[in-house]
């Protein structure tokens, strides 16, 4: 699945909280991959999420922590370039501290909707499947991605290209029956759930913190572009009080001059004029007084 904007184009930028977050998942990962060989699973019976470890052992550091494991290399793969597809141009768009925000909203709203479902799901049975992966987190940028830009086009298996907002309803649908099917025990090893709560807890946190804080912004960019505006006019009017003063002192200099020399009455009606004009402009603060 690629990505196209305008002419064709594989990735997104590499931004710096994207940039960690592969770093992190990637480390994670090889760590995972070297403890196994001794202690086979070890690691994700501790930092996996399974509803037992959550709500009997209180282990509630599981619904953060298992988005950073993955089981296969598939797996790690898959996410990690659809992180860096997606998800570098959220970030761009709405800062590192929000971005960071929302991936992780994401991964843990998908974490907690997987350990309430396999809870009721696997009630009644001695079993506590363990999820791992950061599809949730994957998932909830995707939507975000595809609420942002809903026209981009991307090439579905390299070669169709389809509108991202139309994928996005197919994964919606898909996931929804795909829940359906892990609730009765016949939807594999995939945690549709997983994927579902990634997207619902995506686009509640879009709609009332990711728009509000994007609207909050324009804002605070328009109050800047409005007093800059004003400075602006007030710099102008300054600086045509000061052009005026200049005039007006060259005009009061001219016109005293030849009232010493002929006299009050060799004034005509439009160097009286001139005159009345330059000293209102050269005393702006008190000219009534100057009358």
Same mark, same amino acid.
């Given at each position: 699945?690629?990505?196209?904007?305008?002419?064709?184009?594989?990735?997104?930028?590499?931004?710096?909280? *994207?940039?960690?977050?592969?770093?992190?998942?990637?480390? *994670?990962?090889?760590?995972?991959?070297?403890?196994?060989?001794?202690?086979?699973?070890?690691?994700?019976?501790?930092?996996?999420?399974?509803?037992?470890?959550?709500? &009997?052992?209180?282990? #509630?550091? !599981?619904?953060?922590?298992?988005?950073?494991?993955?089981?296969?290399?598939?797996?790690?793969?898959?996410?990690?370039?659809?992180?860096?597809?997606?998800?570098?141009?959220?970030?761009?768009?709405?800062? !590192?501290?929000?971005?960071?925000?929302? %991936? #992780?909203?994401?991964?843990?709203?998908?974490?907690?909707?997987?350990? *309430?479902?396999?809870?009721?799901? %696997?009630?009644?049975?001695?079993?506590?499947?363990?999820?791992?992966?950061?599809?949730?987190?994957?998932?909830?940028?995707?939507?975000? %991605?595809? @609420?942002?830009?809903?026209?981009?086009?991307?090439?579905? &298996?390299?070669?169709?290209? *389809?509108?991202?907002?139309?994928?996005?309803?197919?994964? +919606?649908? $898909?996931?929804?029956?795909?829940?359906?099917?892990?609730?009765?025990?016949?939807?594999?090893? $995939?945690?549709?759930?997983?994927?579902?709560?990634?997207?619902?807890?995506?686009? #509640?946190?879009?709609?009332?913190?990711?728009?509000?804080?994007?609207?909050?912004?324009?804002?605070?960019?328009?109050?800047?572009?409005?007093? !800059?505006?004003? =400075?602006?006019?007030?710099?102008? =009017?300054?600086?045509?009080?000061?052009?005026?003063?200049?005039?007006?002192?060259?005009?009061?200099?001219?016109?005293?001059?030849?009232?010493?020399?002929? +006299?009050?009455?060799?004034?005509?009606? !439009?160097?009286?004029?001139?005159?009345?004009?330059?000293?209102?402009?050269? %005393?702006?603060?008190?000219?009534?007084? @100057?009358?």
């Amino acid at each position: 699945m690629l990505r196209r904007t305008t002419g064709f184009r594989i990735g997104g930028p590499l931004t710096p909280i *994207v940039k960690k977050l592969i770093v992190i998942n990637a480390g *994670v990962f090889i760590f995972q991959q070297f403890i196994g060989l001794f202690l086979p699973g070890e690691i994700e019976n501790i930092f996996g999420l399974h509803h037992l470890g959550i709500f &009997y052992d209180f282990r #509630i550091w !599981q619904i953060f922590t298992y988005m950073f494991l993955h089981g296969g290399w598939m797996h790690i793969i898959f996410n990690l370039i659809a992180l860096w597809m997606f998800a570098g141009e959220l970030e761009a768009r709405w800062g !590192q501290r929000l971005f960071l925000q929302y %991936y #992780i909203y994401s991964g843990v709203g998908a974490g907690i909707f997987i350990a *309430v479902m396999n809870a009721l799901v %696997y009630s009644s049975y001695n079993v506590s499947p363990i999820t791992i992966g950061a599809s949730g987190a994957i998932y909830g940028i995707l939507l975000a %991605y595809g @609420l942002t830009w809903p026209n981009r086009e991307i090439l579905l &298996y390299f070669i169709f290209p *389809v509108k991202i907002k139309y994928l996005l309803i197919a994964f +919606g649908i $898909i996931e929804f029956f795909g829940t359906i099917a892990n609730a009765r025990g016949t939807g594999g090893n $995939i945690s549709h759930i997983g994927h579902l709560g990634g997207l619902i807890c995506g686009f #509640i946190y879009y709609k009332y913190k990711i728009q509000i804080s994007i609207t909050a912004k324009k804002h605070r960019n328009n109050d800047g572009l409005i007093s !800059q505006y004003l =400075k602006k006019k007030r710099l102008e =009017k300054k600086q045509k009080e000061i052009d005026n003063r200049i005039k007006a002192k060259k005009i009061i200099d001219s016109l005293l001059e030849k009232i010493a020399r002929d +006299g009050m009455s060799s004034l005509t009606s !439009q160097e009286k004029s001139q005159l009345d004009w330059a000293r209102k402009n050269y %005393y702006p603060e008190n000219h009534e007084t @100057l009358h």
